[in-house]
């Protein structure tokens, strides 16, 4: 089974699970078609993690997250005033990881040759893919992102976004893909590909070199770990934000939820507080260990969960810690178990929508903006400093039982992504939904920048009850988040997926 965000992702997974290939195959498979086919959500120009489960036993993590140039330092941009890293900078771009992250996944576990895996995507960008309703939607939203004439010569032909049910081609994008499928990782860090990227960048004030794109490599990573309802949730660890699903459930486990001692308003609301203790926490401790430590181990601990459960009352909502953030960023998240019990857990991301819009024009690269992560406060653990990883937003998850795992998922959605994962768990583990059921269950959002956001789907009377809690409701207009999982029942054999509804996207097994 596989569980993408677009179908034809989605389909490309199945055919190379019937043809043979693991569960790995199929993810990198899927994910390139993705970087063609959600240009919005995703591209070869970001970054990736990864939770694998071999076998279905505990998982393994990869890093793929890029680092900052080596002549990034934070005394740079103190000195120039700049106070904090703009997305349609090129200071926004870190050196893009995915790629490396794909050569690395499918030389330890991969099962197929990449000529293989990654010509679908480059067939999509050279003879056309359709353009489904949510990549229209959200190109037409983000049009303005993408009027450098560089970008847009490629995103915007004729001067506009395209519709639904449009053919769009990327042929420099297949090129490049096919350079990869041919020579790996070095056709993207190496030669005319980083050439483009770098003479991009530095054309618009960038401090990246060729050494930068040279040194990028993706690490092999412990995961970390919490319990939830008797079952172990694996997250991949800083500079990564999964260490915020953990706290927040290891703080959720202290009520119960299941029965009908709570309302549904008061399990939001509860949700809602523990966001706002768990990205407090996430915005002063979480970022890069290899430059400065964090204490996982307190993050998770009891103590810290007893003390924000003792500071949570039901009647009232606390204020949130306060920061003015950009929007739901874009990624897309996938999972694939194969016939072996591989389970594999997939997040690939450009970050904000079209990340920094700022295209390579030979290559086809459009630019994540993960650098815009970093702060540029000399001294707070997420400053900016060389070859520096910022703190990151794309976390694939993994909910494992008895040593095995049961269940690869994931929520989209930038900043949201630990709530919804949270959401999610709580869905299905106290409320008994099945994934499907869970992915179409309206969202909430205590966003850090003091406000509850909303979704229209919720029931009238339950906003209303959390607005008289003192929580300051505003309705979003954009989807919260996007979710993939698939439940493997042991037990019987049988897979069952969930797909996201406000994604253009499938869960489609054989």
């Known amino acids: ?196 990227i770098v003479g991009r960048l530095k054309s618009l004030g960038g401090l990246h070199e060729p050494e930068d794109f040279a040194a990028q490599r993706s690490n092999w990573v412990e995961p970390i770990s919490a319990t939830y309802r008797g079952y172990e949730v694996y997250e991949c660890p800083p500079n990564g934000q999964g260490i915020v699903v953990l706290m927040m459930l290891r703080a959720l486990s202290g009520y119960e939820l299941a029965g009908d001692g709570f309302s549904e308003a008061d399990r939001l609301h509860l949700l809602a507080e523990v966001t706002k203790a768990a990205y407090w926490a996430r915005d002063a401790y979480v970022c890069d260990p290899e430059h400065v430590p964090v204490d996982v181990a307190g993050l998770l601990s009891e103590a810290r969960a007893g003390r924000v459960r003792r500071n949570i009352r039901l009647d009232r909502a606390r204020p949130g810690p306060g920061w003015a953030e950009v929007e739901h960023e874009d990624t897309v998240y996938l999972c694939v178990v194969d016939r072996d019990g591989n389970a594999i857990s997939f997040i690939n991301s450009l970050f904000s929508g079209f990340g920094t819009g700022i295209l390579a024009p030979q290559s086809g690269v459009l630019l994540q903006n993960r650098g815009t992560g970093f702060r540029t406060t000399p001294g707070h653990p997420n400053a900016i400093a060389p070859r520096k990883r910022p703190l990151h937003t794309i976390i694939p998850a993994m909910l494992v039982k008895d040593g095995r795992a049961v269940m690869p998922f994931g929520v989209m959605g930038g900043h949201y992504q630990p709530v919804g994962q949270t959401h999610l768990l709580h869905r299905i583990l106290d409320r008994g939904l099945d994934p499907q059921q869970a992915a179409e269950q309206p969202r909430i959002f205590a966003h850090p920048r003091g406000v509850l956001e909303v979704e229209p789907g919720n029931p009238e009377p339950i906003v209303a009850d959390l607005a008289r809690r003192g929580h300051p409701i505003e309705m979003t207009e954009v989807p919260l988040g996007g979710c993939q999982a698939i439940w493997i029942d042991h037990g019987r054999g049988v897979l069952i997926g969930g797909s996201e509804p406000r994604k253009d996207g499938l869960a489609l097994g054989y």
């Open 1 to 196: 089974m596989a569980a993408t965000s677009n179908q034809l992702a989605t389909l490309t997974a199945l055919d190379v699970l019937r043809s043979g290939g693991n569960a790995v195959d199929a993810a990198i498979a899927a994910v390139a078609v993705q970087c063609v086919a959600e240009p919005q959500s995703t591209g070869i120009g970001g970054d990736c993690f990864v939770l694998y489960s071999p076998k279905g036993g505990p998982p393994v993590a990869l890093n793929g997250s890029g680092r900052a140039p080596a002549k990034a330092n934070v005394e740079w941009f103190v000195e120039r005033g700049l106070r904090e890293i703009e997305i349609p900078s090129p200071h926004a771009v870190t050196i893009p990881g995915a790629v490396d992250a794909w050569c690395t996944l499918s030389a330890r576990y991969g099962t197929r040759p990449l000529a293989e895996l990654l010509e679908p995507a480059a067939r999509a960008a050279e003879e056309g893919y359709i353009v489904g309703p949510r990549v229209a939607h959200d190109w037409h939203r983000l049009q303005a992102k993408l009027r450098d004439p560089v970008t847009a010569e490629l995103f915007l032909p004729g001067g506009r976004p395209p519709n639904v049910g449009d053919r769009m081609r990327n042929l420099p994008l297949a090129a490049t893909l096919r350079g990869i499928a041919r020579e790996g990782r070095e056709a993207f860090y190496d030669g005319p590909v980083m050439r483009d």
